[in-house]
C-alpha cells in the first residue's frame, strides 16, 4: 500500500508528514490513517508537540483528489467529508499544541487541515485559499466554520466566493498565520517553537487549549466561568505546587503532567 504519511518521534516531538509529493493531495487513505496516528497520541505521556508538514518543496497540500469525487458526483453523500471531520476534530482535541509547516500550496482541504491545527508558520512563497467554488462546489472540511473564527467573516467570504489565494504577509495580517520565515527555512523554525512548547508543562498547555477552544464560542460571561473553573482545577496539581516553588527557590521547576 502507498505509504501516504510518514511518522515519527524525535524527543518529545512527534513529525507527520503527507507523503504524495509533489502537490500532496489528500485522500480516504490519508485521513484513516492520520487518524490512527493522532489517535495514538492522546494515550502518548512522551510527546508534547505534534508537527504536521508535506513531503517536497512544492505544498504542503494542495487540496483533496480530485479522482474521488467522480464516484461521488450527483450523489447526496458525506461520506467523503466524514473522514476529513474525523481527523480534524482529534486533533483540535488533541491535549498537546499542534503546529503546521507550510510551504508552496497550501490549498483547499490541504488549508482546511491547516486551520485544525493550533499554530501556522509560512514560508515567503506560501500561497493559502479555498477555491472549490471553482468546481462548483464549496469547502466541506471544516472551512466554512473554522476560517472565519480565525480571520473574520468578510474576508473568509471573499476567499471562499472568488476562490482567490492570499500570499503570506497578507495571511499574517489577517492572523490566518502566526509567523512567515525566509523560503527553506519553515521547518527550521517549526521545530524551535517545538522545542520551546516541549519544555513547558503538558497540563498546563492541555487546559489554555482546552479552555480557549470550549470557550470561544460561548458568551463571555460562560467562557469566565469556565476558565475559572479550569483555574481552579489547575491550582491544585502538582504542577502548579511545583511551578510556584521553584520560582521562589530560584530554581528549574520539574513538571510531571499531575
Known amino acids: 500500500m502507498e505509504n501516504v504519511l510518514c511518522f515519527e518521534i524525535i524527543e518529545k516531538v512527534a513529525v507527520l508528514e503527507i507523503n504524495r509529493p509533489p502537490y500532496n493531495p489528500l485522500n480516504q487513505a490519508i485521513f484513516q490513517e492520520m487518524t490512527r496516528i493522532v489517535e495514538g497520541l492522546y494515550g502518548n505521556e512522551e510527546v ?24 461521488k458526483i450527483g450523489k447526496e453523500d ?3 467529508t466524514i473522514g ?11 491535549p498537546i499544541p499542534v503546529i503546521a ?14 486551520l485544525a491545527c493550533d499554530f501556522r508558520i509560512c514560508d ?44 503570506a504577509e497578507e495571511a499574517k495580517q489577517y492572523g490566518l498565520v502566526n509567523q512567515v520565515v525566509p523560503n527553506g527555512t519553515v ?10 512548547l516541549k519544555e513547558k508543562p503538558r497540563l498546563a498547555l492541555k487546559n489554555i487549549k482546552k479552555t480557549i477552544n470550549h470557550g470561544i464560542d460561548l458568551p463571555l460571561t460562560e467562557g469566565i466561568r469556565y476558565e475559572m473553573e479550569k483555574f481552579g482545577e489547575m491550582f491544585v496539581s502538582m504542577d502548579a505546587k511545583e511551578g510556584v516553588n521553584a520560582f521562589l527557590e530560584k530554581r ?7
Open 48 to 71: 508534547n508537540v505534534l508537527i504536521i508538514k508535506g513531503a517536497g518543496e512544492k505544498a504542503f497540500s494542495a487540496g483533496a483528489d480530485i479522482n474521488q469525487f467522480i464516484s
Open 187 to 196: 521547518e527550521e523554525e517549526v521545530m524551535k517553537w517545538a522545542n520551546l
Open 124 to 167: 515567503e512563497n506560501t500561497k493559502m485559499g479555498l477555491p472549490e467554488v471553482n468546481l462548483g462546489i464549496f469547502p466541506g472540511a471544516g472551512g466554512t466554520q473554522r476560517l472565519p473564527r480565525l480571520i473574520g467573516r468578510s474576508k473568509a467570504m471573499e476567499m471562499m466566493m472568488f476562490g482567490t489565494s492570499i500570499h
Open 101 to 114: 509547516a507550510l510551504k508552496g500550496h497550501v490549498l483547499g482541504g490541504g488549508l482546511e487541515l491547516a
Open 78 to 80: 458525506i461520506a467523503l
Open 252 to 258: 528549574k521547576p520539574d513538571f510531571i503532567g499531575k
Open 84 to 94: 476529513y471531520h474525523q481527523a480534524f476534530e482529534l486533533l483540535t482535541k488533541l
